[in-house]
């Protein structure tokens, strides 16, 4: 199975709680303006990798608390992230998906898309919704703008309401 990157980040505290790999995932339809990863969005770009060569370039998982999946759009390509985390799951490690799709989005298109559906419940924090430039903020954790939220996912889709995460 393929999956096209901009790139990997083996330690990472900004992107999500604790020590973390970050993978940047390639292409996204938001094209947000004021993006952080502009180089991210053009689906084309980045690099085509077998999920496997993935995992073996975060090698050993042993310091990390998880992963993160970043982007671009992560759910775009939710099969291959999918398998990712399902793999990086099975090592105990937590993830974080960063989305520009809200959670409620997400949950529709869930419905008729089992990767979507599948990375979704893998995932332990979910950061939602687009990047608005007109709300931006740098004192938020793990966010750009007040629009954004940070999902209890697991949480979430057992009570089927929307979630915070608590940060500890």
Do not use: W
């Not at 339809?29 to 073996?56: A, F, Q, S, W, Y």
Request: charged content about 25%; overall charge negative.
């Amino acid at each position: 199975m393929k999956i096209r990157i901009a790139g990997i980040t083996r330690e990472s505290v900004v992107d999500g709680p604790g020590l973390r790999a970050v993978i940047f995932t390639q292409g996204c339809p938001r094209c947000c303006k004021g993006c952080h990863n502009p180089d991210t969005l053009d689906p084309n770009g980045g690099i085509e990798m077998d999920v496997e060569e993935v995992l073996e370039e975060l090698g050993p998982l042993k310091l990390i608390k998880g992963v993160t999946f970043s982007g671009g759009e992560p759910f775009i390509q939710a099969v291959a992230v999918a398998y990712l985390a399902r793999r990086v799951k099975a090592q105990g490690k937590d993830i974080v998906t960063f989305t520009g799709y809200t959670f409620e989005e997400l949950m529709t298109l869930s419905q008729r898309d089992e990767g979507i559906k599948e990375l979704l419940a893998l995932t332990n924090l979910l950061i939602d919704g687009p990047f608005r430039e007109e709300e931006k903020d740098l004192s938020l954790s793990f966010r750009g703008s007040r629009n954004q939220r940070l999902i209890d996912v697991p949480k979430s889709l057992s009570s089927g309401k929307v979630y915070e995460y608590c940060l500890e």
